[in-house]
């Protein structure tokens, strides 16, 4: 995956200003302002067209890693609960293959993601260290889609078709530990994330019938004690 020089300042310059902003008071206890820093894979389940059933049928996925930048809002709902927004930017890449008696039929795919999750947080309250496990989804846009003219039978341009859908809406599930220190917060957690809009595209459907994201995230938050 190609990150420039002009991504890594942006995330040197992010992380140092969000960790200033973590020193100032909210101005209520029951909401909380802070950061997220994560890293991923993304791995794709991936079925063929019917139509290539005498094909070798069996798509493999790659691991790739990327990581994300995020701002993040909780707002205690009670002891227990907490409501948790969190948008981010993501970058990410995808790779899948199938072999076929004409060779190696291989597509990967580059993502710079705009993500909106709303999680459900259950977390005790008050404590020192505190498990909790988040439930919810989120909406992703994708910024990198690559997309390719294309013409009619008389050469005329007839508009545009990309590899892949331009956004998904995923289902999540998270597990982590909350670490309450003298000025702030720390949480380091676990997150799966399932893609439930197929993200085959126009440019590939008559070869891969479906296509799903399945993320492993590791994030650490940092936000208001």
């Known amino acids: 995956m190609k990150i420039s020089f002009t991504a890594m300042l942006l995330l040197c310059l992010f992380t140092t200003i969000s960790f200033a902003q ?33 094909f070798d049928q069996k798509v493999k996925s790659k691991i790739r890693p990327g990581f994300s930048l995020g701002v993040m809002c909780r707002y205690r709902l009670n002891d227990l ?24 039929n291989m597509l990967e795919r580059e993502m710079i993601n705009l993500d909106f999750p709303l999680h459900l947080v259950f977390e005790k309250a008050n404590k020192k260290v505190s498990p909790s496990v988040s439930i919810g989804g989120r909406y992703r846009y994708d ?16 508009g545009q078709v ?16 909350a670490f309450k220190m003298e000025h702030f917060s720390f949480k380091p957690a676990f997150v799966y994330s ?9 440019a590939i459907d008559m070869l891969y019938k479906s296509v799903y994201s399945n993320q492993f995230s590791v994030r650490f938050l940092f936000y208001g004690a």
């Open 143 to 158: 910024l990198g889609v690559e997309k390719y003219d294309v013409t009619d039978a008389n050469g005329a341009p007839a």
């Open 22 to 54: 973590t020193e100032l008071n909210t101005t209520s206890k029951r909401s909380e302002f802070g950061i997220s820093i994560g890293f991923n894979t993304v791995t794709s389940s991936v079925t063929v067209q019917g139509s290539l059933a005498t």
């Open 194 to 202: 399932r893609g439930l809009l197929n993200q085959s595209g126009k």
């Open 81 to 104: 609960l907490v409501l948790r927004i969190q948008p981010e930017l993501s970058f990410s890449e995808a790779e899948f293959y199938r072999n076929t008696p004409f060779g190696r």
């Open 162 to 177: 990309s590899l892949f859908r331009e956004d998904d809406v995923l289902v999540d599930l998270g597990l982590g530990m």
